[in-house]
């Protein structure tokens, strides 16, 4: 491995994506601001979701295909934890502050 020299971390991670690959949310837990959009993109051949966790929360999306994205803003600050539906044990977070 040689280092890099632009200051950046080797592996990225924008603020505001979320990654959907080897049946994992990625990261697992993402700190936005509210206001933030957030987008998921699955990166998987198998189809997900991104549906919150318990009843009423604002994450409900169709089944995601390979390379599909879901795009949600948050506009309360919160804890929003979210899984798929069709792998139940793929859980994560977004953490939205003000």
Not at 36 to 54: E, I, L, M, P
């Amino acid at each position: 491995m040689s280092p890099s020299n632009t200051g950046a971390p080797a592996a990225p991670v924008a603020g505001n994506a979320v990654a959907i690959n080897n049946f994992a949310f990625s990261p697992a837990t993402l700190k936005v601001k509210v206001g933030t959009k957030v987008t998921w993109t699955n990166q998987d051949t198998d189809a997900h979701t991104v549906t919150s966790s318990g009843s009423g929360g604002p994450l409900r999306s169709a089944a995601l295909a390979t390379h599909a994205t879901y795009s949600y803003t948050f506009t309360k600050p919160g804890t929003y934890a979210y899984l798929c539906t069709i792998h139940p044990f793929m859980t994560a977070t977004v953490e939205v502050t003000r």
